[in-house]
């Protein structure tokens, strides 16, 4: 552990602008938003400012308390190595000319730490991470947080156990913002597509589909509420295979009260479909962290991901671990390309009963 003046001076006076520095995916991004929150707690007048790869930036686009959001596209690669590092120097040179009072960099690659180090704050926070044990990872932070117990933790608190070192109040609700032009939108696909009164998100797919549970039982499930009187909205990624999922799905159903909105939607506007929705049924996917973030009912699917770090945060409604019946494989020794479906130990009638349970 470094221990730094730098963060005494900061208790003097308050920082006025702050850098966090996530470089991960959608769902990551997302459960960075207590971090962001405790610090606007903190100190309200600091602009606050995040560094992500470019193609998550709708996660935090419209939050209310980030400044400004500076992204790294990993197309620049494609540019060749001259525009790619012209690219990358401009970005050092913006960051640097912000003068940031405080970084926090939640992420573990060197590139973060670099990037933390160019920006000359003089308060620059990093986790103490076993695999960056060493002078170069401590030489671009002035203060190293610990990750003993991030083992048993959930990835939210993991992220916040950061700014444990800045001695202020963690909050642990997870944001996810969207702006009401993307609502109005929504109610326009929902409009022409004959969606009327009050609905339930399906969300089955996700980019991983050992994560997914079996067609048949998912069309069983939704062919259930159908009965019961609902109108049911299925959702998912722009992929083609997603969307090939989806219609397998509808076409073992009822063709009453069943709508695709697959691959149509932003993910700000899927927030807002989700937030005005009586119920969100899905797998392991971004989608389930948005569901549980908006408090909207939610029975979330879950299989071999690690369910301590993954679960959907403070959920309101339930969650349903394959793992209670049938056995699941080591999470970090999972072939990603396996066609195995982990999920498809889960009854149908398990799923049903939790979905009418909120549906009350």
Request: include cysteine.
């Given at each position: 552990m470094i221990m730094s003046n730098a963060l005494n001076a900061l208790a003097a006076m308050p920082p006025t602008r702050i850098l966090l520095i996530k470089l991960r995916h959608h769902g990551d991004m997302l459960l960075t938003t207590p971090v962001i929150n405790a610090l606007h707690q903190a100190w309200p007048h600091a602009k606050i400012d995040v560094l992500l790869y470019e193609e998550t930036r709708d996660m935090l686009a419209a939050h209310p308390f980030i400044h400004r959001i500076y992204g790294i596209d990993r197309k620049w690669r494609k540019l060749g190595t001259r525009q790619h590092l012209c690219k990358e120097w401009q970005l050092l040179k913006t960051l640097r000319e912000q003068k940031y009072s405080l970084v926090i960099n939640l992420a573990d690659q060197w590139r973060s730490a670099v990037v933390t180090r160019f920006t000359g704050a003089p308060s620059r926070i990093g986790f103490d991470f076993n695999k960056r044990r060493g002078w170069i990872w401590q030489h671009c932070h002035t203060q190293l947080a610990s990750v003993s117990g991030h083992q048993t933790l959930h990835t939210v608190e993991q992220n916040l156990s950061i700014i444990a070192p800045l001695n202020i109040a963690p909050v642990r609700d997870v944001t996810m913002?969207?702006?009401?032009?993307?609502?109005?939108s929504v109610q326009s696909k929902l409009q022409s597509n004959g969606v009327e009164g009050s609905y339930i998100v399906v969300q089955p797919t996700s980019r991983w589909f050992?994560?997914?549970?079996d067609e048949g039982k998912m069309a069983e499930t939704i062919t259930a509420l159908q009965?019961?009187?609902h109108s049911l909205v299925l959702t998912s990624g722009p992929d083609k295979n997603e969307k090939a999922m989806i219609e397998k799905i509808r076409?073992?159903?009822?063709?009453?009260?069943?709508?695709?909105?697959?691959?149509?939607?932003?993910?700000?506007?899927l927030a807002a479909l989700i937030d005005h929705a009586q119920l969100f049924i899905g797998v392991d996917?971004?989608?389930?962290?948005?569901a549980a973030a908006l408090k909207t009912p939610c029975i979330a699917l879950f299989g071999p991901s690690k369910l301590t770090f993954w679960s959907p945060w403070d959920v309101v409604g339930e969650v349903i671990w394959a793992g209670n019946y049938g056995d699941l494989p080591d999470p970090d020794k999972i072939d990603t390309n396996t066609k195995e479906r982990y999920l498809d130990a889960i009854p149908v009638d398990i799923v049903v009963a939790a979905a009418r349970k909120q549906l009350l």
């Open positions: 913002s969207y702006q009401p032009g993307d609502w109005q050992f994560k997914c549970w009965k019961d009187g076409a073992l159903c009822p063709s009453e009260r069943i709508h695709s909105l697959a691959g149509e939607l932003t993910l700000r506007q996917s971004v989608p389930m962290h948005m």
